[in-house]
């Protein structure tokens, strides 16, 4: 439990520092919006790429897989029922809090968590896997759908292959399950930039906390506290009966399942409402009190299961 705690104190003190520079204005206006492009496009891609290439592929493939995506449905189906059928909202605004119920923050805060909490970066490979190659085509098909009246069959089969994680992790694994071993002057200024990806990743987040007021447009209080609700609360007890009485994973990869579970609603969620020009004060405020709610929310189940 004690290690647990560490984990997650790093975690906080280098959000926090985010926080702080963002506060006092230290590297501008736009600077949080710089480092998540240089982390997205250069340092988690080369992160990912190290990591998997010498990795246990088994846990890649494994019943975490299903784990994550069997979690993720029910999660969304059970919130498309609610708002949709009783809310009577519209479908737009419907799967927007759907997937941000379900849809897991498995870069900013699951690869430092897994990192940290778990020891083992590869634990969130399974999550990264199931949600770039098919959670996040089918949202932005449905929004597709729902913004131009048709959908973009280019757009959507080709999006997972221009993500830089999926092309750096797609890589990773061909390269390990070729047995290829990569010459020290290519691995090693990956591996660098790899190092800088995590602790990049928290700074920007830090920041992007700063200047963000909730619940501030009236009508949707009750689809974001839902979402935040499902995807806090709901999501990690899925993940835990799934992988305990369906899966029967092990304890540890049972623990793993559990804990990333209740990781907060994944950023992209902002991104997809402002392309699509979907409900983006929605979005943001899911994705902003998921973020707040879990740290209590992981902490309780890690005292309970560490």
């Given at each position: 439990?004690?290690?647990?705690?560490?984990?997650?104190?790093?975690?906080?003190?280098?959000?926090?520092?985010?926080?702080?520079?963002?506060r006092?204005?230290?590297?501008?206006?736009?600077?949080?919006?710089?480092l998540?492009?240089f982390?997205?496009?250069?340092?988690?891609?080369?992160?990912?790429?190290?990591?998997?290439?010498?990795s246990?592929?088994?846990?890649?493939?494994?019943?975490?897989?299903?784990?994550?995506?069997f979690?993720?449905?029910?999660?969304?189906?059970?919130y498309?029922?609610?708002?949709?059928?009783?809310?009577?909202?519209?479908?737009?605004?419907?799967?927007?809090?759907?997937v941000?119920?379900?849809l897991?923050?498995?870069?900013?805060?699951?690869?430092?968590?897994?990192?940290?909490?778990?020891?083992?970066?590869?634990?969130?490979?399974?999550?990264?896997?199931?949600?770039?190659?098919?959670?996040t085509?089918?949202?932005?098909?449905?929004?597709d759908?729902?913004?131009h009246?048709?959908?973009?069959?280019?757009?959507?089969?080709?999006?997972?292959?221009?993500?830089?994680?999926?092309?750096?992790?797609?890589?990773?694994?061909?390269?390990?399950?070729?047995?290829?071993?990569v010459?020290?002057?290519v691995?090693?200024?990956?591996?660098?930039?790899?190092?800088?990806?995590i602790?990049?990743?928290?700074?920007?987040?830090?920041m992007?906390?700063?200047?963000?007021?909730?619940?501030?447009?009236?009508?949707?209080?009750?689809?974001?506290?839902?979402?935040?609700?499902?995807?806090?609360?709901?999501?990690?007890?899925?993940?835990?009966?799934?992988?305990?009485?369906?899966?029967?994973?092990?304890?540890?990869?049972?623990?793993?399942?559990?804990?990333?579970?209740?990781?907060?609603?994944?950023?992209?969620?902002?991104?997809?409402?402002?392309?699509?020009?979907?409900?983006?004060?929605?979005?943001?405020?899911?994705?902003?009190?998921?973020?707040?709610?879990?740290?209590?929310?992981?902490?309780?189940?890690?005292?309970?299961?560490?």
């Open positions: 439990m004690l290690g647990v705690l560490e984990g997650f104190a790093i975690i906080g003190v280098v959000v926090g520092i985010g926080y702080v520079v963002a006092a204005g230290v590297l501008g206006q736009n600077a949080g919006w710089s998540n492009r982390a997205f496009f250069v340092a988690l891609p080369a992160l990912m790429f190290t990591t998997l290439s010498t246990d592929l088994g846990v890649i493939f494994s019943a975490r897989l299903p784990v994550a995506a979690s993720f449905a029910a999660m969304a189906v059970l498309a029922l609610i708002v949709g059928l009783f809310l009577k909202r519209k479908m737009g605004r419907v799967t927007m809090g759907a941000g119920a379900g897991l923050n498995s870069n900013n805060m699951g690869l430092p968590v897994a990192t940290y909490i778990f020891g083992d970066p590869t634990q969130v490979a399974p999550i990264l896997l199931f949600q770039l190659v098919i959670a085509p089918l949202c932005l098909a449905i929004l759908i729902v913004a009246g048709r959908i973009s069959v280019r757009d959507v089969v080709t999006q997972p292959f221009r993500n830089p994680l999926i092309i750096g992790s797609v890589l990773g694994v061909v390269v390990n399950a070729l047995g290829c071993q010459p020290e002057v691995y090693e200024p990956l591996h660098l930039l790899g190092g800088a990806g602790p990049v990743v928290l700074i920007a987040f830090g992007s906390l700063r200047g963000n007021r909730p619940l501030a447009v009236p009508g949707q209080r009750v689809e974001t506290l839902l979402a935040v609700g499902l995807k806090v609360a709901a999501m990690p007890v899925a993940a835990f009966l799934l992988a305990n009485f369906v899966f029967h994973l092990p304890p540890h990869d049972l623990f793993a399942a559990t804990v990333l579970g209740g990781l907060p609603t994944a950023q992209n969620l902002f991104n997809f409402a402002a392309r699509y020009n979907q409900d983006v004060s929605l979005a943001r405020d899911i994705v902003l009190l998921s973020t707040i709610a879990s740290v209590p929310g992981l902490l309780v189940i890690s005292a309970i299961m560490a």
